[in-house]
């Protein structure tokens, strides 16, 4: 499974937009690309997933560059409830073990 | 859908004695995990179910945790002869496709 490297920490007001990027250089044809949010004391919440190109739900945008050894997670103003831990995940499509990394704590000021 | 449940919420046990944790992933869904988290950390996979079937396993799963799942229902973690070392929040999800959801986690601490 391919590894992942995201930003330990990024700061933000409330309104702007986040971007948050994830390298995975190696990863493979089969595999996938997913995004959790997880909040303190509870279990991480699936929020997007991707495997090339642009995919775009009502909470978030993934953006895949055609190399697909990054990903970037877009959250469109952001408000104080986004503080969260955002994991990036690479998953296979034929495997079933799931590795997170240590995520990106996002803290949202107002 | 009431979502993944875990019970209990929390667990402070005696180093030594055994702990057993229960996870009752959503009604449809036939895929099941348990991971383990501490602070400061992301989950760690420590074992997958597909219905009854245990296919994936970590390595870091040691021979003192073992776990089950039945009939492809709910699922019992095990973990025997605690150690200090062991407290950390578990975590169950469950899926029918790639998404998993995730219960509230059961906090265990090892004294």
């Known amino acids: 499974l391919a590894k992942t490297t995201q930003p330990i920490s990024m700061d933000s007001y409330e309104g702007q937009e986040v971007n948050i990027t994830c390298s995975h250089n190696?990863?493979?044809?089969?595999?996938?690309i997913t995004w959790y949010q997880q909040f303190p004391s509870q279990g991480p919440r699936f929020i997007i997933q991707?495997?090339?190109t642009k995919v775009t739900n009502e909470v978030a945008s993934l953006f895949i560059p055609a190399d697909r050894k990054s990903s970037t997670l877009s959250l469109p103003r952001v408000s104080l409830s986004d503080t969260a831990v955002y994991y990036c995940l690479v998953e296979n499509t034929g495997g079933f073990k799931t590795i997170f990394g240590a995520g990106t704590r996002l803290f949202v000021k107002a | 859908d009431t979502g993944v449940s875990q019970d209990p919420r929390h667990k402070i046990t005696k180093r030594g004695q055994n702990v057993t944790f229960r996870c009752d992933p959503i009604s449809e869904h036939n895929r099941l995990y348990w991971y383990r988290q501490t602070l400061g950390q992301g989950p760690e996979f420590l074992t997958y179910?597909?219905?009854?079937?245990?296919?994936?396993k970590s390595r870091l799963l040691s021979d003192r945790f073992s776990a089950e799942r039945p009939k492809g229902s709910f699922s019992t973690l095990e973990i025997q002869r605690t150690e200090q070392g062991d407290s950390a929040m578990y975590l169950c999800a469950s899926s029918l496709a790639r998404e998993q959801y995730f219960g509230p986690g059961t906090r265990l601490t090892v004294t």
């Open positions: 991707g495997y090339k």
């Open positions: 179910f597909q219905n009854e079937a245990q296919l994936e």
């Open positions: 190696n990863i493979a044809t089969n595999d996938y």
